[in-house]
């Protein structure tokens, strides 16, 4: 819609509202609809805000909204919707525009906008307009709760906000520029509110019980009344005679006059006696002009003090970035009238509403239930009615609710929230710094009044006030707010008076805080250390020399003995130690070499059993060379290797290269730790004090009394009250020697009205008279006026120069310094090994250095510095293991003919990675070989397990099993270690048939053993698991692979085995099919009676130490059932202990419990699920392991509790600290979850 379109519907609505003759305004039938459709104009409106500016260019408000809001207040229907309008146009111009715009036509509508809502402003200053809206408000809320609508409380609402929205329109600093004292347009809306009794009811809705709704929207207009108000001011308004209301106003008038008459004097001392035509020229000796000549001065002698060379000069413009921040309003002081209808609406509002409507907002703030920066009323309430009360009599029951520790704290912490995000938002730093000047002002009113509480003639109110003291003083945080604030202050972004309220604030906290201290003897706070620990640096490395074959001999001869004992078995070998890594990506020949160095190690330590155990293992993985003896060799030939391998000069890798210290002048780029270390400390209050001497404290104490002539007294007693404790009671004087400060001080003692600034006159000439005495002994002292010093240059200043390098704060270089007979050397050793090819330079340096302790970084830097090498990049250091990623075509040649070579082995993979001559990593070669077009998928070059032949006696695997019998331990350790080699790729090849069934008793004789050798309790939880399935399937009539997932250490520890994985096997079993699949799954071909018959097959039939029964009958039906043999904890039963029932856990239903790992039980029994397919990502079982974390932090593990029953104890129930002490994630299930963590990461990487 186009503007002429837009301007003709516009105009033709607002004809069709009605028309005013003289005080009576007619309405037409369309009123209501014309109304109506405002509001959807006003929706639809484009950025610019068009249509509000056209309705406020032709005043649609003053000349019919508002005439037809009195004249009509009984068409409830009409005035809802006249309300509706006027709070969309009167909203205010940042909600229109959301920020003041910056480029110049948006900033033209702004200020359009602004200037409307202004005339808005004025026409509301009727007493009628507020007469209907306050009727209205009390009719509405003369409803009960119950008889109230959603259009009631909607209308309340809306005539609140439109209260808001008038009060919120700023003035016009165009128009009012009446003198103190005057009715401003905002004075006559407060009159106007007044006497409709709007008052009376902001103050109801802050008491009342039922209307805890409005306590936000009330604060917000209260604090829109008293915007231009001085809570001191207000709050001495009436007391005593008229004429000491002006007090100061008649201080201010004295202080100009005196300037005034002084000026006078000065002029008159001027002039001469006798007047005389020629002023006369006259050479100004030593003051030089532009040239080399002496200034020529044409004026008179009296006039010659006031000569300065930038006389004529156009002043410096200063740029936006750098000005000064403005002050946020300009001050006012309202009609006396007002004033006394304000001071007693705040004596009304102090006695019946504060504590319960602060109590109502700050918990609104907690809860987080307000608008975005709502806390800024709050703080605004706190300073503003805080300051009246002590102004007015003090009472601190009146104000008890924001009179606490709990305040300073919240006030505290949005103090430091605005300080940071003013740091952090540029753009917005000025919107932060006016909200942290808030806080300010609360925090500052706080801390005056626990100073009144100190003299209260109630010991109660003394009491508390020594407590919150206590607490404040504690706590470093509060004394640290001070300095961080005096530190980051800038002027650009906060206004002189956030300056001067902090420069108050500071003076009363450090009173206060001396005060305190000084009647006691010692006072304990809280101190809290920021601890920065970096890596810790490892020393140079030594190498021992090695050992002499003498004493290679003398070693020998006392290892014999021990070597015969563990060559007869007399002394039992280690099982633990193991010579090949599959994992490392190191070369097995290096892997090889390694294992000799850890022989000849072990026997220089005395392990001789390690050592003969590394030798036999060493044998079974490389027998190729018999470089670790011959496959038959005995005990002879092990003797004679091991007394070899002692002797042998085997090579050794140098140990790794430590970092050395960087220079001063380097960042140092190690990764730090910060740990808060809190504790207790003695407070001295000079100690604390020295902190405040800095430069940034200084320099804002000058800057605010540059303006000390419309500073207050007391801000000026403040500022040097500082400057005093700074310089006098630290003895600390040249800390203000500073020239900024010196032509601060010329102004004043040149000021004809110095009279009125004693203290600051007292303060300049005691600080000119140090620095005069000091610059009698320390010529220097008047170059060091040019710059801000802290302590140490103080200390240079007074002491001498040289005093710091000469006592205990010296500083210490961490890099000794190269003499010249060093720098000889090192010149030399470098000529000399530099043509040396083949050969680290700085290796072989370093080796011939004759000084010691010098490492690899200080020589090539020496280096550098004396011009024998260009820069550090000269001497690379040699990198060993470096990973080699692009392939040359001899490489490419090499690995196909490995593959061809090698692709009917079992393995084809693992023996191409033994033969490559390149250093691979095994992803490298499968993506080489995918890249290659040699193998289609990475499931070809998975290891393809050996099928054994089947036979029927006992102990062996039915027909068709596709496992390892399970007497044949050494094949079955064989083949583990081969799987070992492979960890990201280790995947059975084929996987089981489905419909496989094992025979009766398959495995049986595998389980007896086991039973025996301590797995008593993995085979228990097998044997639960299949029975439950069995159950289930029975029960829900589908079959689906049920994972077992063991929630155990020793259940996980048990399926890490490779007897238990055999066993597995052949119980028909099934193991990971793929790279997606982490557990072993039960079969969904497997019936329960086979199911049954497997559990049975590893059932012990032997002698049960713990008694427990064996013939359990089956599975219940329902897996929430305690089964026979579970007892208490199974399912969801309320199992018993003792005579009566006590339930002990709540059981979820079958349907809530996990998808895939559920468990009923502290057994472990899985609940039959879809397995999921093996395209699935990683992330579900993370989610899945998590669901399952989450089940075993209610209950966690525990073994099987014995069943309750006729001869049996029952169990001892477990107490609440045994509860507390249990791990709610067990070191196995932590460990699974870093392996499926590995495995994604694995996935992700060949992904």
């Avoid at 103190?180 to 809306?189: E, I, L, M, P, Q």
């Avoid at 196909?896 to 023996?911: A, I, K, M, P």
Wanted: with cysteine; proline share 8%; aromatic share 6%.
């Amino acid at each position: 819609m186009d503007w002429y379109m837009m301007n003709c519907e516009l105009l033709a609505t607002c004809s069709a509202l009605g028309y005013l003759e003289g005080d009576v305004y007619h309405r037409e039938p369309d009123c209501l609809e014309s109304v109506k459709d405002l509001i959807r104009y006003l929706r639809h409106e484009d950025e610019t805000r068009d249509v509000r500016q056209q309705l406020g260019a032709a005043q649609i408000l003053q000349n019919d909204l508002l005439p037809i809001l009195v004249q009509y207040p009984q068409d409830k229907v009409l005035f809802d919707a006249i309300v509706r309008l006027m709070v969309n146009l009167t909203q205010p111009a940042l909600l229109c525009f959301g920020k003041v715009p910056a480029d110049a036509a948006s900033r033209h509508h702004f200020l359009q906008v602004l200037s409307y809502l202004q005339a808005y402003k004025e026409a509301f200053a009727s007493e009628k307009v507020f007469v209907v809206l306050s009727e209205k408000l009390y009719d509405l809320l003369q409803l009960d709760w119950e008889q109230r609508q959603e259009e009631d409380t909607l209308l309340i609402e809306r005539i609140l906000l439109l209260v808001r929205n008038v009060l919120h329109v700023p003035p016009d600093p165009t128009e009012e520029q009446g003198v103190d004292g005057d009715a401003s347009v905002h004075d006559r809306v407060l009159w106007a509110l007044h006497i409709s009794g709007m008052d009376d009811l902001l103050k109801f809705l802050a008491s009342a019980q039922v209307e805890q709704q409005w306590a936000l929207h009330v604060l917000e207009i209260i604090s829109l009344m008293f915007r231009d108000q001085n809570p001191e001011e207000l709050a001495a308004l009436g007391q005593g005679p008229a004429g000491a209301e002006h007090g100061e106003d008649t201080r201010e008038l004295e202080t100009l006059r005196q300037r005034e008459l002084a000026e006078k004097r000065a002029r008159a001392l001027q002039r001469p006696s006798r007047h005389s035509r020629f002023g006369g020229s006259y050479v100004l000796q030593g003051l030089k002009s532009i040239g080399d000549r002496d200034v020529v001065f044409h004026k008179g002698l009296h006039n010659l003090k006031s000569y300065s060379h930038d006389l004529g000069k156009e002043p410096q413009r200063v740029p936006r970035r750098r000005q000064a921040a403005p002050e946020s309003e300009p001050s006012h002081r309202s009609a006396r009238n007002v004033r006394l209808f304000l001071r007693h609406f705040c004596q009304d509002f102090l006695e019946g509403c504060y504590n319960r409507l602060m109590l109502l907002v700050k918990d609104q703030l907690v809860r987080e239930k307000a608008q975005q920066h709502d806390e800024t009323y709050y703080l605004w309430a706190t300073a503003f009615f805080m300051a009246f009360n002590r102004r007015r009599g003090f009472r601190p029951e009146l104000v008890s609710e924001t009179v606490s520790v709990r305040a300073f704290h919240f006030i505290e912490q949005n103090l430091t929230k605005y300080y940071e995000m003013a740091l952090m938002d540029k753009k917005e730093a000025t919107t932060w710094a006016h909200r942290m000047h808030l806080a300010l002002k609360a925090y500052q009113e706080l801390l005056r009044t626990v100073q009144e509480m100190d003299r209260s003639p109630e010991q109660a109110v003394r009491d508390s006030s020594q407590v919150i003291k206590s607490n404040i003083f504690y706590l470093m945080e509060y004394r640290e707010l001070f300095l961080t604030l005096f530190r980051k202050f800038d002027e650009t972004k906060q206004p002189r008076s956030f300056l001067r309220d902090l420069v108050e604030t500071a003076h009363l906290f450090l009173r206060m805080l001396e005060r305190f201290c000084r009647g006691r003897a010692s006072l304990v706070v809280q101190s809290k250390r920021v601890r920065r620990k970096k890596k810790p640096r490892a020393p140079a490395a030594f190498t021992p020399p090695p050992p002499s074959t003498a004493e290679l001999e003398e070693l020998w001869a006392g290892l014999a003995p021990q070597l015969q004992a563990c060559l007869e078995g007399k002394v039992p070998l280690p099982e633990d130690v193991v010579p090949f890594d599959a994992a490392s990506e190191t070369p097995v020949e290096e892997q090889r070499a390694e294992a000799l160095l850890r022989i000849q190690g072990c026997l220089r330590r005395s392990q001789v059993p390690q050592a003969l155990r590394l030798l036999r293992s060493a044998r079974d993985v490389w027998p190729e060379g018999d470089v670790f003896g011959a496959a038959d060799a005995g005990p002879p030939e092990e003797t004679r290797l091991l007394r070899e391998i002692l002797v042998a000069p085997l090579p050794r890798n140098p140990p790794p290269e430590p970092e050395e210290p960087e220079d001063e002048e380097e960042e140092d780029e190690e990764e730090e730790e910060e740990t808060v270390q809190v504790s207790e400390k003695e407070f001295n209050f000079l100690d604390y004090l020295k902190r405040f001497a800095c430069a940034p404290v200084v320099r804002a104490l000058v800057l605010l009394l540059r303006g000390y002539a419309r500073n207050s007294p007391r801000t000026n007693h403040c500022a040097a009250r500082l400057l005093h404790r700074l310089a006098r009671d630290l003895r600390m004087e040249p800390l203000l020697f500073q020239l900024s400060l010196f032509a601060l001080f010329h102004r004043l003692l040149s000021d004809p009205a110095a009279g009125a600034h004693q203290e600051l006159v007292a303060l300049a000439k005691f600080i000119l008279g140090k620095f005069f005495a000091l610059a009698a002994t320390n010529k220097k002292a008047f170059v060091e006026l040019l710059f801000w010093k802290n302590p140490t240059a103080v200390y240079e200043m007074t002491k001498g120069y040289s005093s710091l390098q000469e006592g205990e704060g010296a500083p210490k270089s961490r890099v000794p310094p190269w003499t010249p007979q060093e720098e000889q050397e090192l010149r030399e050793l470098y000529w000399k090994y530099k043509e040396v090819e083949g050969e680290d330079i700085i290796a072989a340096i370093l080796a011939h250095l004759p000084t010691a302790g010098r490492t690899r970084r200080q020589v090539v830097k020496q280096l550098v510095r004396m011009g024998l090498a260009s820069s550090a990049r000269d001497f690379p250091r040699e990198r060993k293991g470096t990973r080699i990623v692009l392939w040359t075509q001899e490489q490419e040649e090499e690995l196909t003919r490995l593959f061809e070579e090698f692709q009917g082995s079992d393995d084809v993979l693992g023996n191409i990675m033994k033969h490559l001559t390149a250093r691979r990593s095994r992803a490298r070669v499968v993506e080489k070989l995918l890249g290659l077009g040699l193998v289609s998928e990475r499931k070809e070059l998975y290891k393809k397990r050996r099928r054994k032949s089947h036979g029927h006696g006992p102990g062996m695997a039915a027909a068709g099993v596709p496992g390892v019998p399970a007497q044949d331990s050494s094949a079955e350790d064989e083949d583990s270690e081969e799987e070992e080699e492979d960890e990201e790729d280790e995947v059975e090849e084929g996987p089981m048939e489905e419909n496989w069934a094992p025979e009766e008793g398959a495995g049986q004789g595998l389980a007896q053993r086991l039973h025996q050798e301590g797995l008593a309790g993995p085979l228990r939880w097998l044997e639960n698991c299949l029975r439950r399935a069995a159950g289930d399937r029975e029960e829900d009539g589908v079959s689906h692979p049920v994972p077992l997932v063991p929630l155990t250490e020793e259940n996980e520890d048990a399926m890490e085995d490779r007897r238990f994985q055999s066993l597995l096997r052949q119980l028909g079993l099934r193991p990971p099919a793929s790279e997606q699949e982490s557990f072993w799954r039960i079969p969904a071909a497997l019936t329960p009676q086979q199911l049954r018959r497997a559990a049975a097959s590893v059932t012990h039939h032997g002698p049960d130490p713990s008694g427990s029964p064996r013939d359990l009958p089956g599975p219940p039906k329902c897996p929430q059932d305690p089964g026979p043999g579970e007892g208490p904890g199974w399912g969801c039963g309320t199992p018993t202990s003792g005579d009566g029932p006590e339930p002990l856990s709540l059981c979820p239903s079958a349907e809530q419990l996990p998808a895939e790992l559920g468990s009923d039980s502290e057994s472990e029994e899985p609940v039959p699920v879809p397995v999921p397919s093996p395209v699935q990502s990683g992330t579900k079982r993370r989610r899945e392991l998590d669901s399952e974390d989450e089940d075993g932090g209610n209950s966690a593990p525990s073994p099987l509790p014995p069943p309750t029953g006729p001869g049996l104890a029952p169990a001892a129930p477990c107490s609440e600290e045994d509860e507390e002490d249990e791990d709610p994630q067990p070191r196995g299930r932590r460990k699974r979850v870093r392996c499926l963590e590995e495995e994604e990461e694995e996935e992700e990487e060949e992904g």
